[in-house]
C-alpha cells in the first residue's frame, strides 16, 4: 500500500471516530499522529500531520490553514482556540499552548485551580517555527515571521520578525531593505 493511500485511510479513519475532525482535500495525516477529542480540529487542503504529533483541542479548536506542515512530535493544545494560517512551517519538537493553569491560590493544590485562556494563539501565513519553539497563549505572530530554533514566545510578533532566544527578541525583519536574516540553525 502506499504513503498516499496510507494517509488517505488514516484521515478517514480519524475523522470516523473524531467527529469535530475536519479535513481537507489532500491532506496526509500520519496514523502515528494523535487528533484528540474534545473541540473541534480543522485541516486545510495539502496540510501535512507528521507522526508523534498530537492536536488537543481541550475543550477549544485547533484550526489549521492549507499547505501547513506540522512535524514530528509537536503539541497544539487548543482551549483557548489555536488558529494557524496557510503556508506556515512548524518544524518537530514545537509546542503552542493556548491555556494557563490558575495559581492564585495556595490553599488548594494547583492542579484544581482551574485553566484559562489569555485569548488563544494566532500565527498568521507563511511564518516558520524552527525546533524546539515555545508559543504560549495569547500570542500572534504576524505574516512572514521566522522564530529560531529553541525561541519561547510569550509576546505578539510584529510581520515578517525574526525571533530568537528566551524570551524572544527580535533580530531582524524579512521586511525591511536590505536585512539580511540569518539562519536558524533549524531544519523543517
Same mark, same amino acid.
Request: glycine share 16%.
Given at each position: 500500500?502506499? +504513503?498516499?493511500?496510507?494517509?488517505?485511510? !488514516?484521515?478517514?479513519?480519524?475523522?470516523?471516530?473524531?467527529?469535530?475532525?475536519?479535513?481537507?482535500?489532500?491532506?496526509?495525516?500520519?496514523?502515528?499522529?494523535?487528533?484528540?477529542?474534545?473541540?473541534? %480540529?480543522?485541516?486545510?487542503?495539502?496540510?501535512?500531520?507528521?507522526?508523534?504529533? +498530537?492536536?488537543?483541542?481541550?475543550?477549544?479548536?485547533?484550526?489549521?490553514?492549507?499547505?501547513?506542515?506540522?512535524?514530528?512530535?509537536?503539541?497544539?493544545?487548543?482551549?483557548?482556540?489555536?488558529?494557524?494560517?496557510?503556508?506556515? +512551517? %512548524?518544524?518537530?519538537?514545537?509546542?503552542?499552548?493556548?491555556?494557563?493553569?490558575?495559581? =492564585?491560590?495556595?490553599? #488548594?493544590?494547583?492542579?484544581?485551580?482551574?485553566?484559562?485562556?489569555?485569548?488563544? #494563539?494566532?500565527?498568521?501565513?507563511?511564518?516558520?517555527?524552527?525546533?524546539?519553539?515555545?508559543?504560549?497563549?495569547?500570542? !500572534?505572530?504576524?505574516?512572514?515571521?521566522?522564530?529560531?530554533?529553541?525561541?519561547?514566545?510569550?509576546?505578539?510578533?510584529?510581520?515578517?520578525?525574526?525571533?530568537?532566544?528566551?524570551?524572544?527578541?527580535? %533580530?531582524?525583519?524579512?521586511? =525591511?531593505?536590505?536585512?539580511?536574516? =540569518?539562519?536558524?540553525?533549524?531544519? =523543517?
Amino acid at each position: 500500500m502506499s +504513503m498516499g493511500l496510507v494517509h488517505t485511510a !488514516t484521515a478517514a479513519f480519524f475523522r470516523l471516530i473524531n467527529r469535530d475532525l475536519t479535513v481537507g482535500r489532500g491532506v496526509q495525516f500520519d496514523p502515528r499522529a494523535f487528533p484528540a477529542r474534545g473541540g473541534r %480540529i480543522s485541516l486545510g487542503d495539502s496540510t501535512i500531520i507528521r507522526a508523534g504529533a +498530537m492536536l488537543v483541542p481541550g475543550g477549544g479548536s485547533i484550526q489549521i490553514g492549507r499547505n501547513t506542515t506540522v512535524n514530528q512530535y509537536v503539541v497544539i493544545y487548543g482551549e483557548g482556540g489555536v488558529s494557524i494560517g496557510d503556508d506556515v +512551517m %512548524i518544524a518537530s519538537h514545537c509546542a503552542l499552548f493556548a491555556g494557563n493553569h490558575r495559581y =492564585e491560590r495556595t490553599d #488548594i493544590p494547583m492542579r484544581e485551580q482551574g485553566t484559562y485562556s489569555k485569548g488563544g #494563539i494566532t500565527i498568521d501565513d507563511d511564518v516558520w517555527l524552527g525546533c524546539h519553539c515555545v508559543v504560549l497563549d495569547g500570542v !500572534t505572530i504576524g505574516r512572514g515571521s521566522v522564530l529560531a530554533a529553541g525561541t519561547v514566545i510569550s509576546r505578539d510578533v510584529a510581520p515578517g520578525s525574526i525571533m530568537a532566544g528566551v524570551p524572544g527578541q527580535c %533580530i531582524g525583519n524579512r521586511l =525591511e531593505a536590505g536585512d539580511e536574516p =540569518e539562519p536558524t540553525g533549524s531544519t =523543517e
